[in-house]
């Protein structure tokens, strides 16, 4: 059963990846093994919202929302962004690094299931993680 775990309110900035790893890292609510993984997948999927987020040319910056649920063995990572909704893709080739990073193929690889989700005003990409 996966319970609430952590939900975090962030600014669509590049430092709200860190902080989002951070506070994921000191609640060790998944086994160690799996842990690292969900440090990695949040950071990736709260990097590609700040970077999509729409950025107004006045006022404050636009807020990322992220919910981990999990329990030892399973964890659902959600993050819900203003900017425009993608496709997940799953792709086996290594990505063009001249284009993007490696943030959603790594995502693609450590998820066992993952994708995205266009809501009214918003984006929601999820990672389900299992161990084993």
């Known amino acids: 059963m996966l319970s609430p775990s952590l939900v975090l309110r962030l600014p669509a900035?590049?430092?709200?990846?860190?902080?989002?790893?951070?506070?994921?890292?000191?609640?060790?609510?998944?086994?160690?093994g799996l842990l690292e993984n969900v440090k990695l997948v949040v950071t990736e999927l709260v990097t590609n919202a700040a970077r999509h987020s729409p950025r107004p040319d006045t006022g404050p910056v636009g807020t990322i929302t992220v919910h981990v649920r999990g329990s030892a063995d399973h964890v659902l990572i959600e993050v819900f962004d203003a900017g425009p909704c993608f496709e997940a893709t799953t792709t086996g080739s290594i990505p063009d690094l001249s284009e993007s990073g490696m943030g959603l193929f790594l995502v693609a690889r450590l998820a066992?299931?993952?994708?995205?989700?266009?809501?009214?005003?918003?984006?929601?990409?999820?990672a389900e993680l299992r161990s084993g």
Do not use: L, N, Q
């Open 13 to 32: 900035s590049p430092a709200s990846a860190a902080v989002a790893r951070r506070a994921v890292e000191a609640r060790e609510f998944a086994s160690s």
């Open 112 to 126: 066992h299931r993952w994708g995205t989700e266009p809501r009214p005003g918003a984006c929601r990409a999820w």
